[in-house]
């Protein structure tokens, strides 16, 4: 991933693998390489992304806020890794294999209304750097 696409993003310090496992085990599924290797660099953060807000969430917030926010009763198979900072929220769509990016919105959240976003979290975080 281009780091200068995360120049006014504000990155909190990276996460230690346990702490990336612990994340894993508790969402009872693997995390995308590419992802993974963002947590270590940065465990979240938020800010812009050439003209768009994007809050990531931390590797130990992500299965309290799945939880939360009740994804697996609404759109099972979606695992939310953060948000637009407004009524969207982004998630790995780990239904396929690799998990695709996708956009779902927080209310009246359902698989119908998943948009996919990128093919993988590296190519996510371009596309929004794209995107004005």
């Known amino acids: 991933m281009d780091e200068n696409l995360l120049k006014e993003f504000a990155k909190k310090d990276g996460a230690a693998a346990d702490v990336i ?12 390489t590419d992802y993974k290797e963002f ?4 465990n979240g953060g938020e800010g812009f992304i050439g003209e768009n807000y994007l809050i ?3 590797a130990e917030e992500l299965a309290q806020f799945n939880n939360e926010y009740e994804v697996q009763d609404y759109a ?16 790995f769509d780990a239904r396929t294999t690799p998990a695709p990016i996708v ?3 927080f209310i009246g959240m359902d698989l ?21």
């Open 39 to 42: 947590l270590e660099k940065a």
């Open 56 to 58: 990531l969430w931390t």
């Open 103 to 105: 956009q779902v919105p």
């Open 76 to 91: 099972p198979g979606l695992v939310l890794f953060g948000s637009d900072g407004g009524g969207e929220g982004y998630a």
């Open 21 to 32: 496992a612990k994340a894993e085990a508790a969402l009872q599924w693997p995390l995308p």
């Open 112 to 132: 119908m209304y998943a948009r996919q976003m990128a093919g993988s979290f590296s190519e996510f975080v371009s596309k929004l750097a794209e995107k004005s």
